[in-house]
C-alpha cells in the first residue's frame, strides 16, 4: 500500500528563519514520483516540484531546497530565511508510475510570524 | 493561459438536499480529476476521467455521488442526498502531461 507521512501538524517561525517540512513516504513500486504542493488561503493547490525515484540529487530553486533521500524513504522540503508570504499548507504527495492518481499527505501548516 | 475553472465557490445545504458541482479544465487537458478534502486532511482522489471515459472511480462513494464528463470537457459532480460527513472543500484538477493543476475548488457545508 501507499502511504504519504507528514507528521508535523503545524509548524510557526518568525520571519527569516529557516524551517524544513519533513515528508516520510511508503511504497512497494521501484519507480515512483514525488511531489510537494502548496496551498494558499485561497485553497488552490500550486505544483511546486515534481522528483522521480530515480533521481535522488537535491534541488534548489531559490530559497526552496528539497532533500531526497531513499535509504530513509523521506522527501524533505527546506524554506530558506522565510518570509510571511510563505504561511501556508503544504502537502507531499506520491504517485505511482502506471497511474496519475497522487497520495497525499495529510499537510502541514506552516505559519510564518512578521 | 486561463486556469481549472469551478463553481460556486461556495455551497452551504441541509442534509438529505442535493448538491452539484461544475468544473472546466485547462482547455486541451485530456485528464480531469475530482478530489475530497476534509478540514485537516489532504486531498482524496474521487474519480478520474480520461477524456469523457471513467480511469478510477474506486474511492467515489458510488450510493451517493456521481460525476460525468460529457463531451470530454466540462465536469460535473454530484451529491444526492448530501450528509455531514460531506462537508468539505471538492477540487477539480487536470492533467495534459504530468503536472496536475487545480482549481480554487467548492467548500461545501452540510447542515
Known amino acids: 500500500a501507499q502511504k504519504v507521512t507528514q507528521a508535523q501538524t503545524e509548524i510557526s517561525v518568525v520571519e527569516k528563519e529557516d524551517v524544513t517540512l519533513d515528508c516520510v513516504y511508503e511504497t512497494r513500486d521501484t519507480t515512483y514520483y514525488l511531489f510537494w504542493y502548496k496551498q494558499p488561503p485561497s485553497g488552490e493547490l500550486v505544483f511546486l516540484i515534481r522528483?522521480?525515484?530515480?533521481?535522488?540529487q537535491n534541488e534548489i530553486s531559490g530559497r526552496y531546497s528539497w532533500n531526497f533521500q531513499k535509504s530513509t524513504s523521506s522527501f524533505n522540503f527546506t524554506i530558506t530565511a522565510s518570509q510571511v508570504v510563505d504561511s501556508a499548507v503544504y502537502f507531499c504527495a506520491l504517485r505511482k508510475d502506471s497511474s496519475y492518481k497522487l497520495i497525499f499527505g495529510s499537510g502541514t501548516r506552516l505559519l510564518v510570524r512578521p | 493561459e486561463a486556469g481549472v475553472a469551478q463553481s460556486p465557490r461556495y455551497k452551504i445545504i441541509e442534509k438529505r438536499q442535493s448538491v452539484a458541482f461544475w468544473c472546466n479544465p485547462i482547455?486541451?487537458?485530456?485528464?480531469l480529476y475530482w478530489y475530497q478534502q476534509i478540514l485537516g486532511q489532504g486531498p482524496k482522489l474521487l474519480i478520474q476521467f480520461q477524456n469523457n471515459g471513467v480511469v478510477d472511480d474506486s474511492q467515489l462513494p458510488k450510493d451517493r455521488f456521481s460525476a460525468e464528463r460529457l463531451k470530454g470537457v466540462d465536469s460535473t459532480l454530484k451529491i444526492q442526498p448530501a450528509k455531514l460527513e460531506d462537508s468539505a472543500v471538492y477540487l477539480c484538477?487536470?492533467?495534459?502531461?504530468?503536472?496536475?493543476?487545480f482549481g480554487p475548488g467548492t467548500r461545501l457545508t452540510v447542515l
Open positions: 484538477a487536470s492533467t495534459l502531461g504530468d503536472e496536475q493543476f
Open positions: 482547455s486541451g487537458h485530456a485528464t
Open positions: 522528483r522521480n525515484s530515480f533521481d535522488e
